[in-house]
């Protein structure tokens, strides 16, 4: 079945406007052609009723939206068990190279089962595309008082120093703060989080809509006194 989603992009409108801004905004060795992603979803959703998951093990896309392709039809395939889906999920994240083929597959993937919160938990250990994959997933689906301080605890167990993980981590104390602040802040003090992890976090959120002058300026300070400890200046 090789090239089968191409084909079912065939006949898919290519916008010559959409593509170039594909090329200002996603920086991936894929070529773009300007398929926009309302296309995409509509592909998937059928192939994900026509195919099984073994036919995308393997499958090399030749072009961005074909991969994103792939992603969505793992995403949307009818599957009773999340399990069904981890090989499938592997292989997406082994050839994807993108922020936002990745973020589109986490953000459509529902599941809120144990077994795929174990599964991203175990997978946040990683670095790459994998390590970004499993925080930026657990921030999407799993950020819940029932949750949340499993995942902080895994965030000493992390491979600070990738860049995508050191971003994906930052999102998601930023994205906790408002509701978890004083698990965020535990973490910020005592979690082995790098310079930049530190930095980033702190400048997300002072920016978050609505925080307070107080709290902006309590982080600074926590900010300074965890740099200072860590010899970080």
């Given at each position: 079945m090789s090239g089968f989603i191409a084909d079912s992009l065939k006949d898919a409108i290519r916008e010559p406007k959409y593509?170039?801004?594909?090329q200002k905004i996603t920086c991936s060795k894929y070529?773009?052609?300007?398929?926009?992603?309302?296309h995409l979803r509509a592909c998937a959703k059928q192939l994900a009723q026509e195919i099984q998951l073994s036919d995308l093990i393997g499958y090399k896309p030749s072009f961005l939206e074909e991969l994103t392709t792939l992603g969505l039809i793992i995403a949307?395939?009818?599957?009773?068990?999340?399990r069904e889906k981890f090989e499938a999920i592997d292989y997406f994240i082994s050839i994807n190279d993108n922020w936002s083929t990745s973020d589109t597959i986490i953000s459509t993937i529902k599941d809120r089962s144990d077994y795929y919160f174990e599964y991203l938990m175990e997978m946040m250990k990683e670095s790459g595309w994998r390590g970004r994959f499993a925080i930026t997933s657990l921030l999407w689906?799993?950020?819940d008082k029932e949750h949340i301080h499993t995942i902080f605890d895994g965030l000493y167990s992390v491979s600070y120093g990738d860049y995508y993980v050191d971003m994906a981590v930052?999102?998601?104390?930023?994205?906790?703060?408002e509701e978890f602040k004083d698990e965020v802040e535990e973490v910020f003090?005592?979690?082995?989080?790098?310079k930049f992890v530190l930095k980033t976090t702190f400048v997300k959120i002072r920016d978050i809509v609505g925080i307070s002058q107080q709290e902006k300026d309590r982080m600074e300070e926590i900010l300074k006194d965890v740099l200072c400890k860590k010899g970080m200046f």
């Open positions: 593509k170039k801004y594909q070529p773009k052609q300007g398929i926009r992603m309302v949307y395939y009818p599957a009773d068990d999340i689906l799993f950020l930052s999102w998601l104390l930023s994205k906790a703060y003090e005592n979690a082995p989080l790098n």
